[in-house]
Every structure is written in structure tokens, then in C-alpha cells.
């Protein structure tokens, strides 16, 4: 894994203007011919979206670094089973909510078991400069509560409020039925007391 700062400085390192023209199909195609650049190229193109659905979903900077890194550890030793390279943004954001999901359900089992804290909600990352502090509250408060969800109720929730994701875009992140999908975030309101979309 990448050091914190290297991590950083790799997905926030400008690409030159040659990357840009390439499609992700292209860079796949090239990267499993051997083509480190092209790897590297799709890295730097989607670790900052996915860093910040991870993020989203777990409330934690450390942690959502870790994921994200994991995450395309994974997709790029399968990147051989991708059907269809020009999905691999969305095939990668599966891959990182599953790893989000693996995440959650070894943190709960840590905290059952007594061997865990919880970790704090990295506001800043979350929010921004300049947030007001109400909803910075909020927001912890969130988190807090989403703590002791289920954990798959917890990644829609997330996913749908918090990532802005349609259920489509939901069903196809999780690998989840339309229905599954539409029952865990019905259950998420209710926990919620909320009857909104």
C-alpha cells in the first residue's frame, strides 16, 4: 500500500493532456498488455471519485484510503475478468463498496467483541471549509446512529442520501436485486422515522 502522502500525491498529481483523450476502454486494454502507464493512467482518473464514495460510506479518511487502495489492488488483479473495459468506473465503484461492506461488518464484529472504539467521523473531509457548525453535528450524529445499522442498510443509506446515487446506480454498486436495494432503504428510513424518498 501507498504511504499516506505518496497516496496523495498520486491522485492529485495533474495527468497530462495526452491521458485525457484515451477511454477507459482504451487504458484497459492497454493495461492488461503490460502498459503500466495506462494502469497508473486509471488509477489517477477514478481513486479521487471513489476515495470520496468511500468516504461516504465510512465516515473515516484512514479508513476510506485504505479501501480505495485495496479496492483497485483487486481491480487491477482481476482486470482480465471485466467484460466490458468501458465499464470500468462503475465495475470499480462495486469493487469499493464491497470492500466498504467487508470494512463495516470486521469493524462491528471489533466492537462487539470489545477490541474496537469507534472510529471518529472525519468531518472535515466530509463537510468541508466553511461547513456550519449545526451541521457538522449533524452529520457526526449521523454517523454515529448509521454505527449500529445493519450494515447493508447502512451502505444504501449512505450510497442514496449521502453519495447521491440512484437506486440503478445503487443495484449496480452492490450486485444487490432493485428489490433488495429498494427494501434496505426502506427499512434505513423507517430507522430513521422518515418517510421521504
Known sequence: MLAPRAYMRVMTRPSSAGDLSASDADLVRAS???????????????????????????????????????????????????????????????????????????????QRLGLLRGKPVDLDALMGDGAPADACMEVQTLFVTLGGWPVDERIAFCLQRIAGMSVEEIVDATGASRATVNRRLKRARARLGDRRV
Open 32 to 110: 492488461l498488455e503490460g502498459d503500466r502507464r495506462a494502469t497508473e493512467v486509471l488509477f489517477r482518473r477514478h481513486a479521487g471519485a471513489a476515495h470520496r464514495l468511500a468516504l461516504r460510506v465510512i465516515g473515516n479518511h484512514e479508513d476510506a484510503r485504505d479501501v480505495v487502495q485495496d479496492s483497485f489492488v483487486v481491480a487491477f488483479t482481476k482486470l482480465a475478468t471485466l467484460r466490458k473495459p468501458a465499464t470500468f468506473r462503475s465495475w470499480v465503484f462495486g469493487i469499493v463498496v464491497r470492500t466498504c461492506r467487508h470494512v463495516l461488518r470486521r469493524r462491528a464484529l471489533r
